[in-house]
């Protein structure tokens, strides 16, 4: 039982430094900032933490495998690119809309990672891309998005405008994310696909 109110107390942690981390910039925030916000002794944080480098890892890497895991099934489908296009794009916001504050301070704040983690951290990043990259080369190759589109130029638009989302986006003030999803979907692909 001891161990499930340890693992709950660690999530809190982490949930209220991704908050702090959003509201005051990773290199700002201190431990003693985080301690205040849990109503806890600084010392505490010690027994569920070892740094706060380990809580920007942790929103880091976890917020990266839930990107990765959202496009598995997608690249497996025997679908049209822009079927997977719009699947994966649709997938992408759904992560993001799940925690826009860990989706913020991973699209901000990773750049504070220590080596070797950021270079993990930008390869993750750089192979997902590439597999958005990879789907629209498929569409050019089949002849369904246009043959002199730039992919690489596509790829970045795409991901320009998707990562401006935490932004932005409120769910309480906006569309639904699986609206938003599609509607992003539908813009992005129809630039690319044939006339």
Not at 126 to 142: A, C, D, L, Q, T
Request: glycine fraction near 4%.
């Amino acid at each position: 039982m001891e161990v499930a109110s340890t693992i709950s107390r660690k999530k809190q942690v982490i949930r209220k430094a991704a908050e702090l981390f959003r509201e005051k910039g990773y290199a700002a925030a201190s431990m003693r900032d985080l301690a205040q916000k849990l109503g806890i002794e600084a010392a505490s944080l010690y027994s569920h933490i070892k740094s706060k480098e380990e809580i920007l890892r942790t929103l880091c890497f976890d917020m990266a495998a839930e990107f990765r895991a959202s496009l598995n099934d997608v690249e497996k489908m025997k679908a049209p690119a822009s079927e997977k296009l719009r699947i994966g794009i649709e997938g992408h916001v759904r992560v993001m809309a799940r925690d826009l504050t860990a989706s913020a301070v991973f699209m901000n704040e990773h750049r504070h990672l220590s080596q070797p983690y950021l270079r993990d951290f930008l390869l993750l990043r750089i192979n997902y891309i590439n597999r958005f990259k990879k789907i629209i080369e498929e569409g050019v190759k089949s002849g369904e998005f246009k043959k002199d589109i730039d992919t690489k130029l596509s790829v970045m638009t795409l991901f320009s405008s998707l990562n401006w989302m935490p932004l932005w986006y409120s769910p309480e003030n906006s569309i639904a994310p699986e609206a938003l999803g599609k509607q992003l979907a539908d813009m992005l692909i129809n630039g690319l696909k044939k006339n």
